[in-house]
């Protein structure tokens, strides 16, 4: 005798999955740290800072996807870069593998970034990319920091 699942019962969980953010799509958040992470960008220094403490002091759990999606998608080059410098306060083991990913980036400042959290952290640092890097790297601000992550 074969137990065969009803239909209904395979698309509920898919549609359960897909809710969860299981299919690989990029988690944006929603509500007052979406508000936050938007503010991180604002000219206005107490609102940014205002934005950063509501950001940190969010459950990790909702913060560093949200941080990870505003990185990798947030239309403002400020607010990545400084999402990026919240999400590296929250040790998430993904860190690294972001880290990797935006060593490429058009935005100098999240390569200098990068590259800076490479020296504080030199086992996660991946040596024939830096290596790589450094004759591509044009930045005068951001060479410093490649040269330091090799180090």
């Known amino acids: 005798m074969s137990h065969r699942r009803p239909l209904s019962w395979v698309i509920a969980v898919c549609v359960t999955l897909a809710g969860l953010?299981?299919?690989?799509?990029v988690v944006r958040a929603q509500g007052p740290l979406a508000a936050a992470i938007d503010?991180?960008?604002?000219?206005?220094?107490p609102t940014r800072m205002a934005a950063a403490r509501t950001i940190r002091r969010a459950q990790a759990a909702e913060a560093v996807p949200a941080l990870t999606a505003a990185v990798k998608t947030h239309k403002d080059s400020y607010?990545?870069?400084r999402a990026l410098v919240l999400l590296t306060g929250f040790d998430d083991k993904g860190t690294p593998d972001l880290i990797v990913s935006i060593m490429g980036d058009r935005n100098d400042r999240l390569r200098a970034l990068a590259y800076e959290w490479f020296e504080g952290h030199p086992a996660s640092a991946p040596?024939?990319?830096?290596?790589?890097?450094?004759?591509?790297e044009l930045s005068e601000f951001v060479r410093p920091a490649l040269t330091r992550a090799m180090a």
Do not use: K
């Open 39 to 45: 503010s991180l960008g604002a000219f206005d220094f």
């Open 79 to 81: 607010v990545r870069y």
């Open 127 to 136: 040596l024939p990319a830096l290596i790589e890097a450094l004759p591509r």
């Open 21 to 25: 953010g299981v299919t690989g799509e």
